[in-house]
């Protein structure tokens, strides 16, 4: 787990028609990229698929499991895995035919884990110039049929990233007709603002003060903050679980020619040393 914590907050309009998440994900994606080792176009989307995860697993299911995937099928994969304890992690796979980008060909797809286990998943796919915020806004509106004002950036200092953030502004609904009027302001107040990184430098990072930036004129009220951070799921316990669902012959293959089979994590690259005793059955 890292020693820094990013951090997300959650606001209302005092009316209840619509909210604002806002986070800042710098360390978070900061310590993913720094794991994955992508190229400089792909840690850019990178950084802000870190950032969707955890944004839209605070929107849509803050309680459960929630996976960004941008997906090329000639070029690669870009993942974010948000989990409910913040543990977050990312993983590139990159087929060597160009940059993993958005585009014709390209699908944004989000899978969430539900009450009971079931996973429910929703693709897009993604138009030519969008950024990542565009892209989540589009599966929003199409997929989830969510009224959604998405935007994401961050800023590299050479080869570090020195921000990722970003924030959803969320129609709610209500039982009163949709308050459109609200929403067009707030669209206009949003289009007049700088660019998300230059809006939370101007900031000082404080959520709270991007927050008044946004409202402007609108009253609003905290909900509440929830922390996430850089960590990976993988452990000896899971591998060996994991190894255990192949077949015997598959197993046998794996450990003919070793008494300890090395198993790497792609996601966090730790190193988990399987006893082959442990895979064999009696």
Do not use: W
Request: hydrophobic share 35%; proline share 4%.
């Amino acid at each position: 787990m890292s020693a820094h914590t990013d951090r997300a907050l959650r606001t209302m309009c005092d009316e209840g028609n619509f909210r604002i998440l806002i986070a800042n994900a710098t360390d978070t994606a900061a310590k993913i990229i720094d794991a994955q080792k992508p190229d400089e176009d792909t840690a850019k989307i990178l950084a802000d698929i870190v950032t969707a995860s955890i944004l839209l697993r605070l929107t849509m299911s803050p309680d459960y499991r929630l996976q960004v995937i941008l997906q090329n099928r000639s070029r690669g994969t870009i993942l974010s895995d948000s989990h409910p304890d913040g543990n977050t992690r990312g993983l590139v796979q990159s087929l060597g035919r160009g940059p993993i980008d958005t585009g014709a060909s390209t699908y944004l797809s989000v899978h969430r884990s539900l009450f009971g286990g079931d996973i429910h998943q929703g693709v897009v796919e993604t138009g030519e110039g969008q950024s990542v915020a565009d892209a989540v806004s589009g599966y929003l509106h199409r997929s989830e049929q969510i009224t959604s004002v998405v935007d994401m950036g961050n800023h590299f200092d050479g080869e570090e990233l020195t921000f990722a953030g970003g924030y959803i502004v969320q129609l709610l609904p209500t039982d009163d007709d949709v308050d459109h009027a609200t929403l067009a302001l707030m669209t206009a107040r949003l289009q007049n603002l700088p660019d998300v990184p230059k809006l939370f430098a101007s900031c000082d990072g404080s959520l709270d003060t991007v927050a008044e930036e946004l409202f402007g004129p609108i009253d609003f009220k905290p909900l509440g903050t929830d922390d996430f951070h850089y960590g990976c799921t993988c452990s000896p316990e899971r591998v060996l679980t994991a190894l255990q669902t192949l077949s015997d012959a598959d197993i046998e293959e794996l450990i003919a020619d070793d008494d300890t089979l090395h198993v790497d994590c792609d996601y966090c690259g730790a190193v988990h040393d399987i006893e082959a005793a442990a895979l064999r059955r009696s």
